[in-house]
């Protein structure tokens, strides 16, 4: 059984940085990524990074502001945020892909975890 189980959220003034882990379990070397979702609106990729963590992508609005990264020795994936604005607030999820390529498209994901609240006051 997979289980990913996300930490770092928090409440932080617009321009701050926080920091988001996703400890997984079950499963390891395989594509992760990190979704959102603000209140009312549809959940949006964010970052995705393949199975060595040699190639990254990300999704327009946090270029440059996010980093995403992983541990395979601790199984573990980060989602660095710098810069943050108040758009940016959000419950993020940590997901697992099954595929060989890392993907943006979130119905290529089968694990989700639980979610970490990001809120970013101006």
């Known amino acids: 059984q997979v289980q990913l189980v996300e930490s770092g959220g928090g409440l932080v003034q617009a321009g701050g940085s926080l920091r988001l882990a996703c400890a997984a379990s079950?499963?390891?070397?395989?594509?992760m990524g990190w979704f959102r979702q603000a209140p009312g609106k549809e959940r949006d990729f964010v970052a995705a990074?393949?199975?060595?963590?040699?190639?990254?992508y990300y999704a327009d609005s946090v270029k440059g502001r996010f980093t995403i990264s992983r541990d395979n020795a601790k199984n573990t994936v980060y989602l660095q945020m710098n810069s943050l604005k108040p758009e940016d607030t959000a419950v993020y999820y940590c997901?697992?892909?099954?595929?060989?390529?890392?993907?943006?498209?979130?119905?290529?994901?089968?694990?989700w975890g639980q979610g970490t609240q990001v809120t970013v006051s101006s």
């Open positions: 997901a697992s892909s099954p595929l060989i390529s890392a993907t943006t498209d979130f119905k290529k994901y089968d694990y």
């Open positions: 079950g499963r390891n070397m395989y594509p």
């Open positions: 990074i393949n199975w060595s963590g040699s190639s990254t």
